[in-house]
């Protein structure tokens, strides 16, 4: 959820604030950062800084704000999308402030300069974070394309100038991966000759806030004669905000959603969103006939524009299989790897940064276990020390002896149930009698061929709990997993939930409260 918070000398700021859907609980609900854990070590951050305006950067902004009412800088199209969000929470915008890339500004002891990153959203920029004699670069979500459709091109001057770094907190979510990601104008090309083969009407379903992608449709549309359409509110809502900056300027008239059925098949692509199977989406009612306003048949044509994101892949199986039912042509990730790109660095990305600034140490952030220890790996075999992979709530000190974890502070899980935030219900309500302290334990999953499978750290935490043997827990769940038959994660909790409680209380003196989180996470590859 990407909230991180910075001190020195008894001064905070934060940066970013996002959020992240529940899959695995009934409704998806939103789940948001702990506030709790700051009011209790009494920190208050006296500014927010946004690097992008992906929702897991700025999702939970509203929801946390008002704790803290502090200024918020953001670049101008983080900072409109920010605007809307405020607008529909009944909150004044007056504490957004925006800020050009490349400008610097400070904020008590720290001073920052947001430096201009290519990532899949415009405007991303890293932090140069300074306070007292340490200077921090803090990356955000990043990549080297050498031609973003959107935005300018990497300074890689800009950088080389920023070395030596004393710690660089970077980006870890594609660190196994060897070589370069491609470039989203490698995508426009292969959609440009995917839509080119189509001959009914065609469905791109990709993120919103790709907006390169947007261009890329834009530009295979005019050049096969179809026009444009959009379907989905978070697609509408980004357009909008793009569009008043001057980032679609290649974008069309949009025909009215309403207007399509008046149009030959061959002259419509709609931009839509849903490329995750998400249930209310707007790919997922047309996959169940349920749109108001159209309809797909045999000879249209869905391009899936968007890789799947680990824990979506049996929702977004479910709809292709819909789709196909159809008679619907499918174009994805493994018919036409070239349809889509990431937004985040590869491995020769990571050293080619790392040898423009050349930080002392490293952080490694975002990803699971797996992928912050491969970017340790690598960046200690370029004589960068990195001895921490950190967890959510952990108290991490930086001076003159390196990193050092000083602390772990639990984080209970926070969810929006009807327009508020609510403390994560666990398993079963905790005042239940017989119960006497609490367990949280945060699951990281992945499903397999026979069933579901744990990846990486088993993360328990106990308050008042009567002790566990973690070993032979560990191996239970191990073998409930592989045995457990469910398409979703809420299925899976659904079904673990009675067994997790009966081993529990036949190898706990007392039943805790228990608390859990089941997420998504990557298989491993092996070469």
């Avoid at 970013?16 to 948001?32: A, E, K, S, W």
């Avoid at 974008?251 to 309403?258: F, K, R």
């Avoid at 990195?386 to 002896?401: C, K, Q, T, V």
């Amino acid at each position: 959820m990407n909230l991180t918070l910075y001190g020195y000398a008894d001064e905070w700021i934060a940066v970013d604030c996002g959020m992240m859907i529940r899959q695995d609980l009934p409704d998806t609900p939103l789940q948001v950062p702990n506030f709790e854990t700051p009011r209790t070590l009494g920190i208050t951050p006296r500014a927010l800084f946004i690097t992008h305006g992906h929702e897991d950067h700025i999702g939970a902004v509203a929801w946390l704000w008002p704790h803290w009412q502090c200024p918020i800088y953001a670049t101008p199209l983080a900072a409109g999308l920010l605007r809307l969000k405020f607008a529909e929470h009944g909150l004044a915008p007056n504490a957004i402030r925006v800020i050009e890339p490349g400008e610097a500004l400070s904020s008590g002891a720290f001073t920052l300069r947001y430096l201009p990153l290519p990532h899949s959203i415009p405007e991303s920029c890293a932090l140069m974070i300074a306070a007292g004699r340490q200077r921090v670069l803090h990356t955000g979500d990043w990549k080297l394309d050498p031609d973003p459709l959107v935005g300018p091109a990497l300074d890689a001057e800009q950088f080389r100038a920023l070395a030596p770094v004393d710690l660089v907190v970077g980006d870890s979510t594609n660190a196994p991966v060897p070589g370069h990601s491609a470039s989203e104008g490698d995508v426009a090309r292969a959609l440009a000759e995917t839509l080119a083969e189509c001959r009914g009407r065609v469905v791109v379903s990709c993120f919103a806030s790709n907006i390169a992608r947007i261009v890329a449709v834009a530009r295979a549309a005019n050049q096969t004669g179809r026009r444009i359409s959009l379907m989905g509110r978070s697609m509408e809502r980004m357009v909008s905000v793009a569009r008043g900056l001057g980032y679609l300027e290649e974008l069309p008239p949009l025909v009215p959603i309403h207007d399509l059925g008046y149009l030959p098949p061959h002259e419509v692509v709609v931009i839509a969103t849903g490329s995750q199977g998400e249930p209310r989406a707007a790919l997922t009612r047309l996959a169940q006939g349920r749109h108001p306003h159209m309809e797909l048949a045999t000879g249209d044509s869905v391009i899936f524009s968007a890789k799947a994101i680990p824990g979506n892949e049996r929702p977004i199986e479910r709809l292709k299989t819909r789709l196909e039912r159809l008679g619907v042509t499918l174009f994805d990730e493994f018919n036409r790897p070239a349809l889509h790109a990431t937004g985040h660095p590869a491995q020769e990305e990571l050293k080619t940064l790392y040898s423009w600034i050349k930080p002392t140490h490293l952080l490694p952030v975002h990803g699971e276990a797996r992928h912050q220890q491969v970017h340790r790996e690598l960046a200690e075999s370029l004589g960068i020390n990195a001895p921490l992979s950190p967890l959510n709530g952990d108290m991490i000190r930086y001076d003159e002896n390196g990193l050092h974890r000083e602390a772990r502070h639990p984080q209970p899980p926070c969810i929006v149930s009807q327009n508020a935030v609510v403390a994560h219900p666990g398993l079963d309500d905790a005042s239940a009698h017989g119960r006497r302290g609490s367990l949280h334990l945060a699951l990281p999953v992945t499903a397999t061929d026979t069933g579901w499978a744990r990846i990486g750290r088993l993360m328990l935490e106990s308050t008042g709990a009567s002790p566990l043997d973690e070993d032979s827990f560990s191996d239970w769940l191990d073998d409930q997993l592989d045995a457990i038959h469910a398409d979703t994660l809420a299925e899976l909790r659904q079904s673990l939930k009675p067994c997790l409680l009966g081993w529990l209380a036949e190898h706990m003196q007392h039943l805790p409260s228990i608390h859990l989180q089941i997420m998504a996470a990557e298989m491993p590859s092996f070469s």
